[in-house]
């Protein structure tokens, strides 16, 4: 394994996670709920402190960290925005179904093979993030 594919494999978890800090902050911005604005707050700040641990970690193997969720995801994120429900029961769904499918699953197959040790653990902590906030959304729905 090459650190050039090791830095793209990388980048598109680094972009993946600009998109939950992109989703959180649509969630931010349409939350009434003091406590669940702040809960939602506290998950992207550490989503935001994961994407910099990528970044340097991409940096350290001499590449350029993506800056933004890139193309394909900024249509996401739009498309998201648009259709984002307006209860909050319905948000929270929303929010745990999106962590599930791109912050645990694609992130868990996108890391399975080329990664050395030191990378492996970054993204590991940055699934094990997604997961634990997943549980802390079916917590608030319970």
Not at 5 to 34: C, F, K, P
Not at 46 to 68: C, F, T, W
């Amino acid at each position: 394994m090459t650190n050039e594919t090791v830095i793209e494999e990388l980048n598109t978890l680094l972009r993946g996670t600009y998109m939950g800090i992109r989703s959180l902050e649509h969630y931010i911005q349409e939350v009434d709920n003091a406590d669940l604005k702040k809960q939602l707050q506290s998950m992207q700040q550490e989503v935001k402190e994961n994407a910099q641990k990528i970044a340097e970690r991409i940096q350290n193997l001499g590449g350029v960290p993506a800056d933004s969720e890139g193309f394909s995801g900024s249509m996401h994120s739009y498309m998201h925005k648009i259709m984002l429900p307006d209860d909050q029961t319905s948000m929270i769904e929303d929010a745990i179904k999106g962590m599930n499918n791109y912050g645990v699953e694609y992130s868990e197959e996108l890391v399975k093979g080329d990664l050395d040790p030191e990378s492996r653990k970054i993204a590991e902590e940055v699934i094990d993030t997604s997961r634990r906030h997943v549980e802390q959304l079916k917590h608030i729905l319970h």
